[in-house]
C-alpha cells in the first residue's frame, strides 16, 4: 500500500518531500523491511534471540564484518574491489598478537594499524599511479601477504601471539549490558565513514570517480591520490577489524580473517552499492553486515547444517540483489 | 615494441591484434621454456618422471585456468571456478569409491554433465537477471561449496585406479596427462573458436553494445561460454580426484584454486577487459606458476616465499602489460 501511494506521488506533477525521500530510500527501506523479518523470524525460532545477550553476541559478530565491508563500500563505490582485506587482517592481527607478547599494549596496537597503511598504500599506489588492475593487484597482494607470514611465523614474526588484555578487551569485552566494546569502535569509525562519504570533499570525489573517471579526470581531479586514500582507508578499516578479531578469538592463526573476504563483498552488495563504482554507500553496507549476521545467527539457530547452510546464504546473497536490480531497473 | 606495433597497424587491427596476443604467448612459453632450463640444470636426472609429476599435479590448475579464461574472454568473471572444482571432486570420489575403470568413467561422463549444466544454468541467471557477473558466481561458489559438503561431509570417497593411469599415467609416463589436458582443447575449444558462436563469445566480451548491436545473442553466447567454462571445471574437478584419490570438501581449497586461476589467466595473456587471449597461455602461465617455488626450493630458499615470488610476478607482468599498452596508445 506504501508503494501505490508512492505510484500515485510519482503521478502527481509536483512530487511532496516526504515522497521524494520514501523514493530515494526505497532500497533502504527494503533492506530495514528484511533486517526486521529476519530478526523478527530469529525471535520466533527461539525467543532468546531478543534476549540482551543474544543481542550483544550478534553485534560482537557484525563489527568486525561491518568494518571490512566498509573498507570494500570504498574501493567499490571508487570502481574497484580489494581481495586483500582478509589477509591484511589477519597480518595486523597477527604482529599485534606478536608485538603484544613483549612490548605495551598501546604500540602493538599501532604496529598492527601500521601494517593495515603500508599494504594499504602499496596497494593504492600500484593501483592509482601504476594502473594495475585493482582485482589483480590486490590479489597478488593477498598472496604475498600469506607467504611472507607463512615464513615470518617461523623467523622474524616468531615466537607467541597472545592478545594483550587491551586487544582482549575491545575485542569481546563489554561496557554495560549489551554494549560490546568493539561496537564502540565501530560506532566511531563508522560514523566517520558516512559523514565523510556525503560531506568531505574525499567523500565525494569517490563517488565522482566510480562515476565517471574521464569526466575526473578532465575537470582536474587527481585520480591516483583518491585512489591510494581510498585503498590506504580500505586496508586500515581492514586491520583495525583484524586486531578486533583477534581480540575476540584470543589468539591469531594465518586463517583468522579469512573467511570474512567473501562476506565483506556480499555485505557491501547486499546493502547496494555497485560494483561497478558510484553507486552506493556506508549505511547500505552496515545494513548488509547486518543481515548476513542475523542470517547466520539463524541458520545457526535452526541447526541445519554446514552443507544447507552454505547454499541458503548463497540463494540469499542471489535473491537480494537480483531484488536489488529490479527494484533500481524500474525506479 | 611502438614500432613493431607501427609496422603491424597497416595490417588491420585484426591482424594487429593476433600479432600482440601471439607475443604474449610467445613471452608466456619462453619464460617456461627458461624455468624449466633452470629447474633441469637443478634436479640431477631430470627427465621423463619430473614432466610426468609437473604435467599430473598442474592439470587440475590447468583446466581451471581454461575455465577461467573462457568466461574471462567473453567479457565476464567466474569466482566461483574453485567451488565447482571441489563439488565436482566429492560427488565423482564419492561415486567413485570401489567402482572399476568402465564405472569410474560412467561416473565421470556423469559428473561433466552436472557441471556443464549447472555452468550453463550460472550464465542463464548472469544474462536474465543482468546483475554483475562477479556477484552471481560469488553467489554460486556458496551454493557449491554447500553442495559438495552435502554430498561428502569430511574428506573421503576414492577412485579406481584404472581411472588414476588413465588421467594421469602412472611412472614417468607423461603422455596421459598431456593427452588429457589437450582433449579439450582440440575437442570443444578449437570447434568452437572457429564456430559462429565462439567468435561471439570474443564480440561479446570485446563490446558488449557494438556485439549486441550486431546482432549476438547475448544469452546464447553467455550460456554457451558458461557451459564450457562448467565442463572445464567439471575436468578440473576429475583430475584432482584421480590425483588425490579422493574428495576433500574443504572452502579454502575452493577459494585459492579461483585465485590461482585469476593470476594464472592474467599471467597468459587474456585481458580482464574481455574479448583478448586464448587458452594456451594461460596454460603455461599455471605450469611457470608451479615452477616456482621448486626452483626457489632447489635454490635452498624456503618454498613458503614461494607465494610472495607469484604475487609479486603477477603484479609486476600486469604492470608492465600496462606500461605496454600506455606507450603503444601514446605512439602517433
Given at each position: 500500500m506504501t508503494q501505490a501511494a508512492v505510484r500515485d506521488e510519482d503521478a502527481a506533477p509536483e512530487r511532496s518531500l516526504l515522497a521524494r525521500v520514501a523514493a530515494a530510500d526505497r532500497p533502504t527501506l527494503a533492506l530495514i523491511g528484511v533486517l526486521v523479518a529476519l530478526v523478527v523470524a530469529n525471535g520466533l525460532i527461539d525467543r532468546n534471540f531478543l534476549s540482551l545477550s543474544q543481542l550483544r553476541n550478534t553485534l560482537l559478530v557484525t563489527a568486525p564484518l561491518a568494518l571490512l565491508a566498509g573498507g570494500q563500500t570504498l574501493c567499490m563505490l571508487t570502481g574497484g574491489i580489494d581481495l586483500s582485506v582478509a589477509m591484511t587482517a589477519t597480518a595486523a592481527a597477527y604482529v599485534t598478537g606478536v608485538q603484544s607478547a613483549d612490548g605495551p599494549a598501546v604500540l602493538a596496537i599501532a604496529a598492527g594499524l601500521l601494517v593495515g597503511v603500508v599494504v594499504g598504500l602499496v596497494n593504492g599506489l600500484a593501483i592509482g599511479v601504476f594502473k594495475v588492475n585493482p582485482l589483480i593487484?590486490?590479489?597478488?597482494?593477498?598472496?604475498?601477504?600469506?607467504?611472507?607470514?607463512?615464513?615470518?611465523?617461523?623467523?622474524?614474526?616468531?615466537?607467541?601471539?597472545?592478545?594483550?588484555?587491551?586487544?582482549?578487551?575491545?575485542?569481546?569485552?563489554?561496557?554495560?549490558?549489551?554494549?560490546?566494546?568493539?561496537?564502540?569502535?565501530?560506532?566511531?569509525?563508522?560514523?566517520?565513514?558516512?559523514?565523510?562519504?556525503?560531506?568531505?570533499?574525499?567523500?565525494?570525489?569517490?563517488?565522482?570517480?566510480?562515476?565517471?573517471?574521464?569526466?575526473?579526470?578532465?575537470?582536474?581531479?587527481?585520480?591516483?591520490?583518491?585512489?591510494?586514500?581510498?585503498?590506504?582507508?580500505?586496508?586500515?578499516?581492514?586491520?583495525?577489524?583484524?586486531?578486533?578479531?583477534?581480540?575476540?578469538?584470543?589468539?591469531?592463526?594465518?586463517?583468522?580473517?579469512?573467511?570474512?573476504?567473501?562476506?565483506?563483498?556480499?555485505?557491501?552488495?547486499?546493502?547496494?552499492?555497485?560494483?561497478?563504482?558510484?553507486?552506493?554507500?556506508?549505511?547500505?553496507?552496515?545494513?548488509?553486515?547486518?543481515?548476513?549476521?542475523?542470517?547466520?545467527?539463524?541458520?545457526?539457530?535452526?541447526?541445519?547444517?554446514?552443507?544447507?547452510?552454505?547454499?541458503?546464504?548463497?540463494?540469499?546473497?542471489?535473491?537480494?540483489?537480483?531484488?536489488?536490480?529490479?527494484?533500481?531497473?524500474?525506479? | 615494441m611502438a614500432t613493431a606495433t607501427a609496422t603491424t597497424r597497416p595490417l588491420g587491427p585484426a591482424a594487429g591484434r593476433l600479432a600482440r596476443r601471439h607475443a604474449w604467448t610467445g613471452a608466456v612459453v619462453t619464460f617456461f621454456v627458461l624455468l624449466l632450463a633452470w629447474n633441469a640444470s637443478q634436479t640431477r636426472n631430470f627427465g621423463a618422471f619430473e614432466i610426468q609429476t609437473l604435467l599430473a599435479s598442474t592439470l587440475p590448475l590447468a583446466y581451471l585456468a581454461m575455465a577461467q579464461s573462457v568466461v574471462v574472454i567473453g567479457g565476464g568473471i567466474d569466482l566461483s571456478v574453485g567451488a565447482m572444482l571441489v563439488l565436482i571432486n566429492c560427488l565423482s570420489a564419492r561415486f567413485m569409491e570401489g567402482t572399476d575403470l568402465r564405472g569410474s568413467l560412467l561416473v565421470a561422463a556423469g559428473c561433466l554433465a552436472v557441471a556443464a549444466a549447472l555452468g550453463a544454468l550460472t550464465g542463464l541467471v548472469i544474462t536474465v537477471s543482468r546483475i554483475p557477473d562477479i556477484i552471481v558466481t560469488l553467489a554460486a561458489s556458496f551454493v557449491w561449496g554447500g553442495a559438495a559438503l552435502f554430498v561428502l561431509h569430511t574428506p573421503g570417497g576414492g577412485t579406481s585406479t584404472g581411472f588414476q593411469a588413465l588421467v594421469l599415467g602412472s611412472g614417468s609416463a607423461w603422455w596421459p596427462a598431456l593427452l588429457c589436458l589437450l582433449a579439450p582443447l582440440l575437442l570443444v575449444w578449437a570447434p568452437l573458436r572457429r564456430s559462429r558462436t565462439g567468435i561471439a563469445v570474443y564480440a561479446l566480451g570485446s563490446d558488449r553494445n557494438a556485439a549486441y548491436l550486431s546482432g549476438v545473442d547475448p544469452l546464447c553466447t553467455r550460456v554457451v561460454a558458461y557451459a564450457v567454462d562448467g565442463l572445464l571445471c567439471g575436468l578440473a574437478g576429475l583430475a584432482t580426484t584421480a590425483f588425490t584419490a579422493g574428495g576433500s570438501p574443504q572452502s579454502t581449497i575452493a577459494m585459492n584454486a579461483t585465485l590461482n586461476s585469476v593470476a594464472a589467466i592474467v599471467l597468459g595473456g587474456v585481458a580482464l577487459s574481455g574479448g583478448v587471449g586464448g587458452l594456451m597461455g594461460p596454460v603455461f602461465a599455471v605450469w611457470c606458476l608451479y615452477l616456482i617455488p621448486n626452483i626457489m626450493l632447489g635454490l635452498g630458499v624456503d618454498p613458503s616465499y614461494g607465494e610472495v615470488v607469484k604475487g609479486v610476478v603477477v603484479v609486476l607482468v600486469v604492470l608492465a602489460g600496462g606500461l605496454l599498452r600506455a606507450r603503444r596508445n601514446r605512439a602517433p
Open positions: 593487484m590486490t590479489l597478488g597482494m593477498s598472496g604475498i601477504l600469506t607467504g611472507l607470514l607463512t615464513v615470518g611465523s617461523q623467523t622474524f614474526l616468531g615466537g607467541a601471539t597472545r592478545m594483550s588484555e587491551l586487544v582482549l578487551e575491545l575485542g569481546g569485552g563489554t561496557i554495560v549490558g549489551p554494549i560490546p566494546w568493539n561496537l564502540v569502535v565501530w560506532l566511531l569509525l563508522g560514523g566517520a565513514l558516512v559523514v565523510g562519504l556525503r560531506r568531505t570533499g574525499l567523500g565525494r570525489l569517490i563517488y565522482a570517480v566510480g562515476d565517471n573517471r574521464v569526466a575526473c579526470r578532465l575537470a582536474g581531479v587527481r585520480i591516483w591520490q583518491v585512489e591510494t586514500a581510498v585503498y590506504t582507508l580500505c586496508a586500515l578499516l581492514a586491520a583495525v577489524a583484524g586486531i578486533l578479531i583477534g581480540g575476540r578469538s584470543g589468539s591469531v592463526d594465518l586463517q583468522l580473517a579469512g573467511s570474512y573476504l567473501l562476506p565483506s563483498v556480499a555485505a557491501a552488495v547486499i546493502g547496494g552499492t555497485s560494483i561497478l563504482g558510484g553507486i552506493g554507500g556506508y549505511t547500505g553496507t552496515i545494513l548488509g553486515a547486518l543481515i548476513l549476521a542475523v542470517l547466520d545467527t539463524m541458520l545457526n539457530l535452526l541447526t541445519v547444517d554446514e552443507a544447507l547452510k552454505q547454499v541458503l546464504y548463497g540463494c540469499i546473497i542471489l535473491a537480494l540483489s537480483w531484488a536489488y536490480a529490479r527494484g533500481t531497473a524500474s525506479a | -
